[in-house]
Structure formats: structure tokens, C-alpha cells
């Protein structure tokens, strides 16, 4: 699923950014299409599920807290979905909250606190991605 990689940044993913905020929104493209990574962001756990089930990813930047569906919900209904096809994508929670023990019970493969730090954004998809990826 990677894409082609590059010797100087092996990490070639196709994200979903799941993300209320416009500023937030902006933030975690900026970070992750700097580093070559193709981004598409939706603004709701919703759309977040109807991406997953449209198209292929990578992997999810999901933030916990956003309106019509929220990001722990909509990870449950990802990983129901994905019981059925026997596929696993990685989820990384994305929260202003202290609430790791809440996303991992939901799904999630990482916990990430906001506002997102490149460093620590790098570290979490490398720690979520099969080893032979990162």
C-alpha cells in the first residue's frame, strides 16, 4: 500500500485527516504533505467512515472531538467495517484531552496530543506502520 519510496524519506503514505477545525485541518496537511505524504482531510467521524469504505489509505489522523460523528465512534465503526474484510488501518487519535486509555479501548493505534509537533507526528506513524514500512 506504501507508495513508492524515496532514500530520503521512505514513508510515502496516502492519510486521511479527520478534523473539525479549519486551522487544525490546514496544520496537519501542511506537516504531512512537507514530508510527501498525499493527504485527504474530512471534517467528521462520518465522512471519515465513507472515506474508508471509498478509497484506500494508509493510515488516520482521527481527532476525538467533532461534531455529527466523533472520532472514537467513528474508530469502532472502522474497525467493525474492517472485521468483516479482515484489513486492519492504523488509527492515530488526534485531542486537546488526556484521554490515550479512551482511543486505544476505541481502536485507535496511538494517541497524539494537539496542537501536532512534526517530531512527534513523525514518531507516532512510524510507531502505528508494519516494520517493513518504516
Excluded: W
Amino acid at each position: 500500500m506504501m507508495h513508492d519510496a524515496d532514500p530520503l524519506n521512505p514513508l510515502r503514505l496516502r492519510i486521511l485527516v479527520a478534523e473539525d477545525s479549519r486551522t487544525n485541518q490546514q496544520l496537519a496537511a501542511r506537516l504531512l504533505e512537507r514530508e510527501g505524504h498525499a493527504v485527504t482531510v474530512v471534517s467528521n467521524g462520518k465522512e471519515a467512515v465513507e472515506a474508508i469504505r471509498r478509497g484506500l489509505f494508509d493510515l488516520v489522523l482521527m481527532d476525538v472531538d467533532m461534531p455529527i460523528m466523533d472520532g472514537l465512534t467513528a474508530a469502532r465503526a472502522i474497525r467493525t467495517y474492517e472485521s468483516r474484510r479482515g484489513t486492519r488501518l492504523p488509527i492515530v487519535a488526534v485531542t486537546t484531552r488526556n484521554n490515550r486509555r479512551d482511543c486505544l479501548a476505541a481502536g485507535m493505534d496511538a494517541h497524539l496530543n494537539k496542537p501536532l509537533r512534526l517530531d512527534l507526528l513523525n514518531r507516532a506513524l512510524r510507531s502505528v506502520l508494519p516494520k517493513s514500512a518504516a
